[in-house]
């Protein structure tokens, strides 16, 4: 990204905002780097007309003087791979912001910018591959132990094809040769000297070998979604809702909890204050799945809503190839983009400085293009590489190694209003959508995800079946439908009151509020609540239905309602979710069996 | 941040070649290398002065938007100087007890302020990786934000008013009430309070400099004053000139500053002017397309820098046009800052003060705020209970009005009379001061006819613990 390829120099013409003219710059290419001005603030070019090149500007432009000078690097926009991104804390032109701090102090400076990765440090290398082998793109030379959860495979850069030449053991710096590759007559005859680190143009999507069906559920512990809503690995789901529905939190909670390997987390246009809190939880946070803190899997990417609008646009760029990066190892990879709407906004904002005509709302009419091209970056795959070795993740595809890149993206359209073009563009391509709902969010029912317009495109029963219980499919079918019988009954009770429905309707109504209250509701809080394992989301739904068949039962059978909500069960399942983790299933057991035992035995037991 | 002196105005230009003037903004010709947002002086053919600043550049023109107004000005006569520099605000602990306009300026017949540093008015972003998350509990003596809605600092929470509702009265009531507790004994850590009017009637400042000087905090504020009928071009720089004040006093000279602006539907209404008069492609309600960005560069200049004792927090007032929440102003605003406080017209028709309608009211850093060792171990329990039997009573409401109160059962009528007596007693407080522990004492009273089966929020211990042996008998 720094690199000066003895660039050309140009002059400053016009500044509006974040966006600069320049002219006299020879041979520039649509989306080069510059470096702006005195200052050398950090550009991108993005669109040629004549001899004027315009450029977006990633750093506040003020005080810019027209006259000054612009040097093209003469390459795109890269992230910088390789050992070391886990745990850091970059803004969305990956600069890392704790090193920034170092240089500029509290606030951030113009014009400063450290390399995205520590080039001091040295990683014991351990190869596994040998002088004299053929490798192409993708094949692992070795591996890096980068955190005590990550082993970082180091690959051979897509398009590369040839023979190991030489190879290197030991502790290396990301700058120094891993191994040399010698020209291979076939593809360019170039002969590559692969570091540790790699740099990718990150607008461009890496390369797969192959995708595959998404046929897995990323679980998240959150049982709103892991049971109605699942979104498979792989997968792309939004979440869109107004302020202070819980986007934040519902995306933290993912962040946190999620059954993945790596996560990335993109606060686009956030609160600078949420990011603090995400800094001084995720080090003291333990991962659910291996005890150890969080931040050794996490990458975190902050552009909070103050820092200049077109870093904001490439942030989200970024961020997935940093995503695509640890997918090419094997890794199943979960990026949080928060939120897409900021970052649709930046876009309507730039398009706006370059006087386009706009579609609707003012947003460029790209806007559903780009929306897709980020969206379609998603997906499970076969990785590149001719190796059917696996560096992280179950290889299930004859012995390759696969890895996955799930996407969710938080949108927040105005005013609460699905009906906007980035809600709207977004669902067209996603597999998943989580609504947040006003109506619950200010009963504090959270998450607030709405059951009756949420949905889910990924088809899972089978996977369930296998790996849950059999009935898995059956008990959120029952509850879903549930559900909705509640939300009609309501209606007529708004319009005729509540003495217009019969025992049986009220006794629904009661299981309804019950799902909601005991089972969705859940709180990222409370320790024993938080992350709720696929079991305990199981058999929580299978004594809440269990719960409903015995009163009907018992309702047949003649007994009241005001009897059935009495139950000590009642106030048993209503309790589960202050129970510790290692009680919660025994409990739940016997709370079904007492539960089935005297509805299938048909004494009522009041 | 950096506290540098403004460099000597060695490259000072003039420029008689005004070619346009529309509305706020004048056109200049074959000028040669301004700077993007470069301040510049107007001299009009009486030759007085006025400020504005370059707010494009394109090749050998220049726009300037100027913020005494364009009146008065005209192609021939008017000469226009560039100063070479961005906007600055010479900034002193000296600005404490003194009036300034939106530029700065001592408009309180006082001498200048002689500056300890001169520092851009656009501030810089911090650095997210230096700030402390806001989790030190403020208390502001009213029960609807205390107990439900809790106020931190370094946070940033617009009140959302309506025309005519009490948001004035509210945000002088937490200035004067404001405590951090915690420390006993020396509550005597330093604070100030910076509060810029924007856009606001000769009525308004007056009662807040008399709020002021009641409560005795005049020697502790600072006042940016740009009044409804002074240039509404100078409300972009007021909001500016405020924080970099509050930044400077806050992270420089460690104190803890409560910043009150109001009202930003002027500010946002001068923005519109501008880009109007610009000819810019207009978003949502001819609203500019980067509101939300410049929103931004203003609200995130809230919060606490790690190592320094001092912290900035923001109290905003808005008024909703129309009480609409939905719009761009108001829900900008709440994507931006860390909750919101609503008034409500309905409760304060009902004489109640302060009118909070707590249900779309938020506090998103409540949960750092709360709890043992700084309010108490039941409040966040407490609050979530009064939030979702709240919520029920306020839908039973509705079911009632259309079916009568007959048709509820025991359990509803409950909830029902539970809504009412939150109202009346824990929102509603007039003048007075309520401690935290009087707000979650409040709050159980109103709970405790209730049964405990309804109290599901609440862990059991705790209500054991509330009732003791009295359960035995229920």
């Given at each position: 990204m720094t690199e000066d390829a003895g660039g050309k120099t140009g002059r400053i013409v016009r500044i509006a905002g974040p966006v600069v003219g320049v002219t006299g710059l020879e041979a520039v290419r649509l989306f080069d780097v510059v470096h702006v001005g005195e200052l050398g603030l950090v550009g991108e070019v993005i669109r040629l007309a004549h001899d004027l090149a315009v450029?977006?500007?990633?750093?506040?432009?003020?005080?810019?003087?027209?006259?000054?000078?612009?040097i093209n690097t003469g390459l795109p926009l890269v992230a910088q791979l390789g050992p070391g991104l886990l745990g850091q804390i970059y803004d969305g032109l990956q600069r890392p912001l704790t090193v920034l701090q170092t240089l500029s102090g509290n606030f951030i400076d113009r014009g400063v910018s450290p390399f995205p990765l520590p080039q001091e440090t040295r990683w014991p290398f351990t190869p596994r591959v040998r002088t004299g082998e053929v490798v192409s793109g993708g094949d692992i030379l070795g591996t890096v132990p980068e955190t005590p959860v990550i082993t970082h495979a180091v690959l051979v850069p897509p398009g590369v094809h040839g023979r190991v030449a030489d190879i290197n053991a030991g502790d290396l710096t990301i700058d120094e040769i891993v191994a040399v590759i010698e020209a291979d007559p076939e593809t360019d005859g170039r002969t590559h000297e692969v570091r540790l680190r790699q740099a990718w143009p990150v607008r461009q999507p890496r390369p797969v070998r192959e995708r595959l069906p998404a046929r897995q559920p990323l679980v998240t512990g959150t049982r709103v979604i892991d049971a109605f809503f699942p979104v498979a690995r792989g997968g792309t789901a939004i979440v869109p809702g107004g302020f202070g529905t819980g986007k934040t939190v519902l995306e933290q909670a993912l962040a946190r909890w999620a059954g993945v390997d790596v996560v990335i987390y993109v606060g686009c246009g956030e609160r600078g204050n949420e990011i603090a809190d995400v800094l001084e939880e995720f080090p003291a946070l333990e991962d659910p799945h291996t005890g150890l803190p969080l931040m050794n899997r996490t990458i975190l990417i902050a552009n909070t809503s103050n820092m200049p609008v077109a870093a904001r646009e490439a942030s989200i760029y970024t961020g997935i190839t940093l995503g695509e990066y640890y997918r090419d190892m094997g890794y199943d990879v979960l990026l949080l983009a928060d939120s897409t709407s900021r970052w649709g906004e930046a876009l309507r904002e730039i398009s706006g400085r370059l006087e386009e005509i706009p579609g609707e709302e003012g947003y460029p009419a790209y806007l559903a293009a780009r929306l897709s091209e980020f969206y379609e970056r998603s997906g499970r795959v076969i990785c590149l590489g001719s190796d059917g070795a696996d560096a992280g993740a179950e290889d299930e595809a004859a012995g390759r190694r696969t890895g996955s890149l799930t996407l969710i993206g938080a949108v927040s359209?105005?005013?609460?209003?699905?009906?906007?073009?980035?809600?709207?563009?977004?669902?067209?391509?996603?597999?998943?959508?989580?609504?947040?709902?006003?109506?619950?969010?200010?009963?504090?029912?959270?998450?607030?995800?709405?059951?009756?317009?949420?949905y889910t495109l990924y088809d899972l029963r089978r996977w369930y079946a296998a790996n849950v219980a059999d009935d898995w499919s059956d008990l959120v079918q029952e509850a879903m439908a549930l559900l909705q019988r509640a939300d009609e009954l309501q209606e007529i009770v708004q319009i005729v009151g509540p003495e217009a429905l019969s025992e049986m309707e009220h006794l629904l109504l009661l299981v309804a509020r019950m799902i909601q209250e005991d089972f969705l509701q859940q709180s990222s809080f409370e320790a024993s609540d938080r992350y709720s394992p696929l079991e305990k989301t199981y058999w929580m739904l299978r004594v809440l239905l269990a719960y409903y068949h015995h009163c009907r039962a018992a309702l047949e059978a003649g007994a009241g309602l005001e009897q059935l909500r009495g139950l000590p069960e009642v106030a048993q399942i209503a309790r589960v979710r202050e129970v510790p983790p290692d009680q919660v299933i025994p409990l739940l057991k016997g709370l079904d069996e007492r539960l089935r035992g005297s509805a299938a035995g048909g004494s009522v037991g009041v | 941040m950096k506290a540098e002196l403004a460099p000597p105005s060695l490259v000072t230009k003039e420029y008689r070649t005004v070619s346009q003037i529309r509305g706020p903004l004048i056109f200049i010709e074959r000028t040669s290398e301004i700077a993007y947002h470069e301040m510049v002086e107007i001299i009009d053919p009486e030759g007085r002065v006025r400020l504005g600043r370059v707010l494009e550049v394109n090749g050998n023109h220049g726009i300037v938007q100027v913020f005494a107004g364009t009146t008065g000005l005209d192609l021939r006569a008017t000469r226009v100087r560039f100063r070479g520099d961005v906007a600055r605000l010479d900034v002193s602990l000296a600005m404490l007890g003194r009036v300034l306009d939106g530029t700065g300026q001592p408009i309180d017949g006082g001498p200048l302020i002689v500056p300890e540093a001169s520092l851009d008015i656009n501030g810089a972003p911090i650095n997210p990786t230096v700030r402390t998350h806001p989790s030190e509990f403020i208390q502001t003596g009213i029960s609807a934000i205390d107990g439900l809605n809790t106020l931190t600092r370094g946070q940033k929470l617009p009140i959302f008013s309506g025309a005519g509702l009490p948001a004035n009265e509210l945000a002088a009531q937490i200035a004067a009430q404001a405590r951090v507790l915690g420390r006993q004994g020396q509550e005597a850590e330093p604070f100030a309070v910076v509060f810029a009017a924007i856009g606001v009637t000769h009525r308004e400042v007056s009662f807040f400099v008399d709020q002021f000087q009641a409560s005795g905090a005049t020697e502790r504020t600072v006042l940016f004053v740009n009044r409804a009928d002074d240039p509404s071009v100078l409300r972009l720089m007021t909001a500016r000139a405020a924080l970099t004040a509050a930044e400077y006093l806050a992270f420089t000279h460690g104190l803890h500053v409560l910043v009150i602006m109001t009202d930003m539907t002027n500010y946002c209404e001068a923005l519109r002017e501008v880009a109007a008069a610009r000819e810019e492609v207009p978003g949502r309600r001819g609203y500019p397309g980067y509101m939300y960005s410049d929103l931004a560069s203003l609200y995130e200049r809230a919060g606490r820098i790690r190592g320094s004792p001092g912290s900035v927090t923001q109290l905003v007032i808005l008024t909703m046009p129309d009480d609409d929440i939905t719009h761009p102003i108001p829900d900008l605003t709440g994507y931006i800052t860390e909750g919101q406080i609503v008034l409500s017209r309905d409760l304060h028709r009902q004489g109640i003060y302060p009118p909070v309608d707590i249900l779309p009211s938020l506090s998103r850093q409540m949960k750092a705020g709360i709890g043992e060792g700084k309010t108490r171990a039941d409040h966040r329990f407490l609050a979530d209970q009064l939030y979702a039997l709240y919520a029920r009573g306020r839908d039973l409401r509705r079911l009632v009005a259309i079916i009568g109160e007959a048709a509820l059962s025991a359990e509803e009528r409950l909830i029902l009379d539970f809504a009412d007596r939150l109202e009346q007693r824990f929102i509603s407080q007039g003048k007075t001061n309520r401690s935290i522990d009087e707000t979650l004492d409040l709050a159980w009273a109103l709970l405790d006819p209730l049964p405990p089966e309804m109290l599901k929020r609440i862990p059991d211990a705790l209500i054991r613990q509330r009732r003791g042996g009295a359960e035995d008998s229920a």
């Amino acid at each position: 990204m720094t690199e000066d390829a003895g660039g050309k120099t140009g002059r400053i013409v016009r500044i509006a905002g974040p966006v600069v003219g320049v002219t006299g710059l020879e041979a520039v290419r649509l989306f080069d780097v510059v470096h702006v001005g005195e200052l050398g603030l950090v550009g991108e070019v993005i669109r040629l007309a004549h001899d004027l090149a315009v450029v977006q500007v990633y750093e506040e432009t003020a005080g810019l003087r027209v006259g000054e000078p612009v040097i093209n690097t003469g390459l795109p926009l890269v992230a910088q791979l390789g050992p070391g991104l886990l745990g850091q804390i970059y803004d969305g032109l990956q600069r890392p912001l704790t090193v920034l701090q170092t240089l500029s102090g509290n606030f951030i400076d113009r014009g400063v910018s450290p390399f995205p990765l520590p080039q001091e440090t040295r990683w014991p290398f351990t190869p596994r591959v040998r002088t004299g082998e053929v490798v192409s793109g993708g094949d692992i030379l070795g591996t890096v132990p980068e955190t005590p959860v990550i082993t970082h495979a180091v690959l051979v850069p897509p398009g590369v094809h040839g023979r190991v030449a030489d190879i290197n053991a030991g502790d290396l710096t990301i700058d120094e040769i891993v191994a040399v590759i010698e020209a291979d007559p076939e593809t360019d005859g170039r002969t590559h000297e692969v570091r540790l680190r790699q740099a990718w143009p990150v607008r461009q999507p890496r390369p797969v070998r192959e995708r595959l069906p998404a046929r897995q559920p990323l679980v998240t512990g959150t049982r709103v979604i892991d049971a109605f809503f699942p979104v498979a690995r792989g997968g792309t789901a939004i979440v869109p809702g107004g302020f202070g529905t819980g986007k934040t939190v519902l995306e933290q909670a993912l962040a946190r909890w999620a059954g993945v390997d790596v996560v990335i987390y993109v606060g686009c246009g956030e609160r600078g204050n949420e990011i603090a809190d995400v800094l001084e939880e995720f080090p003291a946070l333990e991962d659910p799945h291996t005890g150890l803190p969080l931040m050794n899997r996490t990458i975190l990417i902050a552009n909070t809503s103050n820092m200049p609008v077109a870093a904001r646009e490439a942030s989200i760029y970024t961020g997935i190839t940093l995503g695509e990066y640890y997918r090419d190892m094997g890794y199943d990879v979960l990026l949080l983009a928060d939120s897409t709407s900021r970052w649709g906004e930046a876009l309507r904002e730039i398009s706006g400085r370059l006087e386009e005509i706009p579609g609707e709302e003012g947003y460029p009419a790209y806007l559903a293009a780009r929306l897709s091209e980020f969206y379609e970056r998603s997906g499970r795959v076969i990785c590149l590489g001719s190796d059917g070795a696996d560096a992280g993740a179950e290889d299930e595809a004859a012995g390759r190694r696969t890895g996955s890149l799930t996407l969710i993206g938080a949108v927040s359209p105005p005013g609460g209003d699905f009906s906007e073009p980035i809600t709207q563009s977004s669902m067209t391509v996603v597999g998943a959508l989580w609504a947040l709902d006003y109506s619950l969010s200010r009963r504090r029912h959270f998450p607030a995800v709405s059951w009756t317009q949420s949905y889910t495109l990924y088809d899972l029963r089978r996977w369930y079946a296998a790996n849950v219980a059999d009935d898995w499919s059956d008990l959120v079918q029952e509850a879903m439908a549930l559900l909705q019988r509640a939300d009609e009954l309501q209606e007529i009770v708004q319009i005729v009151g509540p003495e217009a429905l019969s025992e049986m309707e009220h006794l629904l109504l009661l299981v309804a509020r019950m799902i909601q209250e005991d089972f969705l509701q859940q709180s990222s809080f409370e320790a024993s609540d938080r992350y709720s394992p696929l079991e305990k989301t199981y058999w929580m739904l299978r004594v809440l239905l269990a719960y409903y068949h015995h009163c009907r039962a018992a309702l047949e059978a003649g007994a009241g309602l005001e009897q059935l909500r009495g139950l000590p069960e009642v106030a048993q399942i209503a309790r589960v979710r202050e129970v510790p983790p290692d009680q919660v299933i025994p409990l739940l057991k016997g709370l079904d069996e007492r539960l089935r035992g005297s509805a299938a035995g048909g004494s009522v037991g009041v | 941040m950096k506290a540098e002196l403004a460099p000597p105005s060695l490259v000072t230009k003039e420029y008689r070649t005004v070619s346009q003037i529309r509305g706020p903004l004048i056109f200049i010709e074959r000028t040669s290398e301004i700077a993007y947002h470069e301040m510049v002086e107007i001299i009009d053919p009486e030759g007085r002065v006025r400020l504005g600043r370059v707010l494009e550049v394109n090749g050998n023109h220049g726009i300037v938007q100027v913020f005494a107004g364009t009146t008065g000005l005209d192609l021939r006569a008017t000469r226009v100087r560039f100063r070479g520099d961005v906007a600055r605000l010479d900034v002193s602990l000296a600005m404490l007890g003194r009036v300034l306009d939106g530029t700065g300026q001592p408009i309180d017949g006082g001498p200048l302020i002689v500056p300890e540093a001169s520092l851009d008015i656009n501030g810089a972003p911090i650095n997210p990786t230096v700030r402390t998350h806001p989790s030190e509990f403020i208390q502001t003596g009213i029960s609807a934000i205390d107990g439900l809605n809790t106020l931190t600092r370094g946070q940033k929470l617009p009140i959302f008013s309506g025309a005519g509702l009490p948001a004035n009265e509210l945000a002088a009531q937490i200035a004067a009430q404001a405590r951090v507790l915690g420390r006993q004994g020396q509550e005597a850590e330093p604070f100030a309070v910076v509060f810029a009017a924007i856009g606001v009637t000769h009525r308004e400042v007056s009662f807040f400099v008399d709020q002021f000087q009641a409560s005795g905090a005049t020697e502790r504020t600072v006042l940016f004053v740009n009044r409804a009928d002074d240039p509404s071009v100078l409300r972009l720089m007021t909001a500016r000139a405020a924080l970099t004040a509050a930044e400077y006093l806050a992270f420089t000279h460690g104190l803890h500053v409560l910043v009150i602006m109001t009202d930003m539907t002027n500010y946002c209404e001068a923005l519109r002017e501008v880009a109007a008069a610009r000819e810019e492609v207009p978003g949502r309600r001819g609203y500019p397309g980067y509101m939300y960005s410049d929103l931004a560069s203003l609200y995130e200049r809230a919060g606490r820098i790690r190592g320094s004792p001092g912290s900035v927090t923001q109290l905003v007032i808005l008024t909703m046009p129309d009480d609409d929440i939905t719009h761009p102003i108001p829900d900008l605003t709440g994507y931006i800052t860390e909750g919101q406080i609503v008034l409500s017209r309905d409760l304060h028709r009902q004489g109640i003060y302060p009118p909070v309608d707590i249900l779309p009211s938020l506090s998103r850093q409540m949960k750092a705020g709360i709890g043992e060792g700084k309010t108490r171990a039941d409040h966040r329990f407490l609050a979530d209970q009064l939030y979702a039997l709240y919520a029920r009573g306020r839908d039973l409401r509705r079911l009632v009005a259309i079916i009568g109160e007959a048709a509820l059962s025991a359990e509803e009528r409950l909830i029902l009379d539970f809504a009412d007596r939150l109202e009346q007693r824990f929102i509603s407080q007039g003048k007075t001061n309520r401690s935290i522990d009087e707000t979650l004492d409040l709050a159980w009273a109103l709970l405790d006819p209730l049964p405990p089966e309804m109290l599901k929020r609440i862990p059991d211990a705790l209500i054991r613990q509330r009732r003791g042996g009295a359960e035995d008998s229920a």
